[in-house]
């Protein structure tokens, strides 16, 4: 039997307030068998509640208990956390298993996991065979493998083992959302007795530019540090500062020089040494500069006061260019709240928030879901070897966007993860185990066989997590530089290799020392074949990242810029060692908005041979004509993706491809291409107005797309026998018109009598009738319809007589030239006469003698 806690230790579990949440929790886990646990920070959900669920505090069965959370710190924390307090290390009856890292014992009852490392399992025994409860730590914060894991805990206890028990905790969730998806379960809310936390509004004194991917104004930056100080200078204890990431943790901590307190950097690529130190006790003050990764689950001792940048980042992927990066946002009032509450743990705190009040109420309840935003390959394929490959039938708060899981499929079929109807292949399910993106773990099987374990994984790691910046933006450099490092980014590298190089010799072993998994099936579709495995780092390199990014293998176009195989452009540094490189292979690039080309953040010279092999699904090749830049441009082409490999221009193109070609030409510049005369306008015009007023067969020739929708009816043969721009201006398009005429009906010899191209006038003249406009328009002088009674009409309708001085300039404009007689050509007479006495003016126009002289040649 294992001796009680020591009595200070048992003393501090039973000062936890989620205490009196536990009958409740208890309760709703016996009857329903699921639970939603909503408890403030330092309530002791993380730590307490386990404990009591195992039977390892307040008595009560044993059961195995796995605690689920987003991230490793959080997880080797909370199980170090409930080591102590039984007065053990980690490793007895309390473990965790993070990748590459696994600490538990024969007799371990709770087992601390992050996320991933609970999928990995799942996909391996389903039944989660010995695991009687599972709780989800920090659901709130919408990670898709935390919305995965739910999913498939679902669908366990639905369909294998109902006995298995299930809770979602949090201290800031939708609990109503949670509970519906846990099937109606009950909501149990701890009363937290955290300690009151005064806000402090700080906003910059000056406008800072808002966030723009993954940039932040060094203004905001600047003001976070001045908080800092005026923090230490207005209160006691140690300062939690949160920032977005890494970048701005260095820029801040590089403005903190010379203050009265140690400045600690913590986030997830921090060493664990650094880790550790800001979650113990120190007898010194502390300023904690920190990512997310202290937001929740973690109880930083000595903090009295918490400085909130109000920024975060989330995932962003841009589907149609293949790029996936972190934006920089504003974050939630949620993870506001949470951060907030890191100040008051331990006693009266006080945050700062670093934005105005006003702007509060703006920000998002909730961050957003990452199921909403980010790359959804590794779901997809972790839903198609669930046996659900479109996740329909998984019980999820929010459905993967159709459009990201079709790229998502498109992915998985290029590796050869899964088939044509999204089932899972040999490969696929391999891959699935291996813990990484389905593209690294191409990169993986494929980078193996062609340089061998070691060194493919040793480049793996470094893309599976981006290494600092600081190694610069050579991938084969920052290869070199993780084999001599000492920092904790090259410590986590090298015990991601030996992970990595074990699971690529073994497909028994591929997802952690204590995740074995089923044996794979051969290498499938995108696999790569074996090469040298002498080829030189540099070359390697290149191999592996064209293998894990085919889409982003990229042909320079001269100073410092390139041209994707997905079509975008990338541009490097201007200090980058990288810029005389023909081809390169690009791991990491990110694409502001508005912005043309991607920066390249990190990538290895290639060879076009290398960027064939790896691409090979993207080689094209064969005739192109096409319309471009103004003419028919026929060529042979051979491309990978967007990239032109060879080009030689074709001198006998296929006619119909040809006729297409200037199709496209015509839509793309309208008609105009063609040979228009006066004639062949005026003809389209009349048809026009002819459809517009009779409609029956006459043809509807106005618009110019549904002209070229009849091309075969009225272009042909021309067109069939034109070959370049210069040949459509030969075609006369009046002539063409004339084959769209209703000739079948015998309407088309009514054509002159319908809408006659010029009406004969009283004086004799026959005028042409601009038939361009809703009203046919006849422009005539005055003098020339004297004796006309009745306005002259066309397919029954009256033509709008625009009236013009004996100069031609516009009089007067009438449909009714009856009433014009008798009213407006009073007005007319007496404006005009005096400026044209040497023309006929008579007082009634309507018995006059229309003419098209003046009166002294009628007088003659």
């Avoid at 919305?147 to 669908?155: C, E, P, R, Y």
């Avoid at 990764?293 to 903090?303: D, H």
């Avoid at 290494?467 to 920052?478: F, I």
Wanted: glycine residues 10%; neutral net charge; charged residues 25%.
């Amino acid at each position: 039997m294992t001796s009680a806690p020591p009595p200070d230790r048992s003393a501090a579990l039973a000062a936890l307030p989620v205490r009196e949440a536990v009958p409740a929790l208890l309760a709703a886990l016996d009857g329903h068998g699921t639970a939603v646990l909503c408890a403030p920070p330092g309530t002791g959900k993380t730590t307490l509640v386990p404990l009591v669920l195992a039977g390892l505090a307040g008595g009560g069965p044993r059961r195995r208990v796995v605690v689920a959370e987003p991230r490793r710190i959080a997880a080797r924390a909370a199980a170090r956390r409930m080591a102590w307090l039984l007065g053990e290390q980690p490793g007895k009856r309390v473990g965790f298993t993070v990748r590459g890292e696994r600490v538990v014992g024969p007799g371990t009852l709770v087992e601390v996991v992050t996320t991933g490392v609970l999928l990995q399992r799942l996909q391996r025994d389903q039944e989660l065979s010995g695991v009687d409860v599972v709780v989800l730590d920090e659901c709130h914060e919408r990670h898709l493998d935390a919305d995965t894991v739910a999913a498939f805990l679902l669908d366990v206890r639905e369909t294998l083992r109902p006995e298995l028990r299930l809770v979602a905790a949090s201290a800031t969730t939708d609990a109503a959302g949670w509970s519906r998806l846990l099937g109606g379960a009950p909501v149990v809310e701890a009363a937290g007795v955290a300690y009151p936390v005064e806000t402090v509004w700080a906003p910059p004194a000056r406008p800072v530019r808002p966030p723009h991917g993954m940039r932040v104004d060094p203004a905001q930056l600047t003001h976070v540090a001045s908080v800092v100080r005026r923090a230490l200078a207005e209160r006691e204890g140690d300062v939690l500062c949160f920032l977005p990431g890494v970048g701005e943790i260095a820029r801040v901590a590089g403005q903190l020089g010379g203050v009265d307190a140690e400045v600690l950097q913590v986030h997830g690529r921090a060493s664990a040494a650094v880790q550790d130190a800001a979650l113990t006790a120190a007898a010194h003050r502390r300023v904690i500069l920190s990512t997310a990764v202290a937001e929740s689950s973690l109880t930083v001792p000595g903090v009295r006061v918490v400085v909130d940048s109000g920024l975060a980042r989330e995932p962003r992927v841009d589907h149609a260019r293949g790029l996936g990066a972190l934006a920089t946002v504003r974050a939630s009032r949620a993870a506001g709240r949470q951060r907030a509450g890191r100040a008051g743990r331990e006693a009266p705190g006080t945050v700062y928030r670093c934005w105005a009040e006003a702007e509060d109420l703006r920000l998002p309840s909730f961050p957003a879901p990452e199921i909403r935003l980010a790359d959804l390959a590794q779901f997809a394929l972790q839903s198609a070897c669930w046996g659900d490959p479109d996740a329909a039938g998984l019980a999820l708060l929010d459905p993967p966007p159709a459009g990201a899981m079709a790229a998502a499929r498109e992915v998985l079929i290029t590796v050869g993860a899964v088939d044509a109807a999204g089932r899972p292949t040999p490969r696929g399910l391999r891959m699935s185990r291996l813990g990484l993106h389905p593209r690294l773990a191409r990169a993986l099987l494929d980078g193996t066989a062609a340089l061998g374990a070691r060194r493919a994984a040793e480049v793996v790691a470094l893309l599976s997590e981006e290494p600092p910046r600081e190694y610069g933006d050579d991938l084969a450099a920052a290869w070199r530089a993780a084999r001599r490092g000492a920092d904790g980014y090259a410590a986590r590298w090298r015990a991601e290799v030996r992970r990595l190089e074990r699971s690529a010799q073994d497909p028994a072993d591929a997802a952690s020392p204590a995740d074995p998994a089923s044996p794979a099936g051969p290498s499938g579709p995108g696999s790569a074949p074996a090469r040298s495995r002498a080829l030189a780092d540099d070359a390697a390199a290149g191999l592996v990242a064209a293998l894990a990014f085919p889409e982003r293998v990229a042909k320079a176009r001269g100073a410092g810029a390139f041209l994707m195989a997905s079509g975008t452009g990338a541009e490097l540094g201007d200090g980058s060692a990288l810029r005389s490189a023909p081809w390169l292979a690009v791991a990491v690039a990110d694409r502001a908005a508005h912005s043309a080309s991607a920066r390249v953040r990190l990538a290895a010279v290639v060879d076009e041979e290398t960027a064939r092999t790896a691409s090979g699904h993207l080689l094209s090749g064969g005739e192109e004509v096409r319309w471009e830049d103004g003419d028919v441009v026929a060529r042979s082409v051979e491309r990978l993706g967007a990239i032109e490999l060879s080009v030689r221009p074709l001198r006998d193109p296929a006619p119909g491809r040809t006729r297409e070609a200037l199709l496209a030409g015509l839509r793309q510049e309208g008609l105009g291409l063609l040979r228009w005369t006066q004639d062949a306008a005026g003809l389209r015009a009349r048809l026009g107005f002819l459809h517009r007023t009779l409609g029956g067969g006459w043809p509807d020739v106005a618009d110019d797309a549904a002209l070229l929708e009849r091309a075969d009816d009225w272009l042909e043969p021309e067109l069939s026998r034109a070959r370049r721009r210069a040949d459509l201006g030969r075609i006369d398009a009046g002539q063409a018109l004339n084959r769209l005429l209703p000739w079948a009906t015998g309407e088309a010899a009514r054509l002159d009598e319908l809408a006659p191209e010029r009406i004969e006038v009283p004086s004799g003249s026959r005028i042409r009738v601009d038939y361009t406009a809703d009203q046919p328009v006849l422009a005539v002088k005055v003098q020339e319809l004297f004796g006309l009674a009745e306005t002259p009409r066309v397919a029954g309708v009256p033509v709008l007589v625009h009236l013009l001085s004996p100069a031609g300039r516009p009089a007067a404009v009438t449909a009714d030239l009856a009433s014009f007689w008798q009213g407006g050509y009073r007005a007319v007479r007496a404006e005009l006469r005096g400026r044209y006495p040497k023309h006929p003016w008579p007082e009634d126009p309507a018995t006059a003698e229309p003419t098209r002289h003046t009166n002294a040649r009628l007088r003659r």
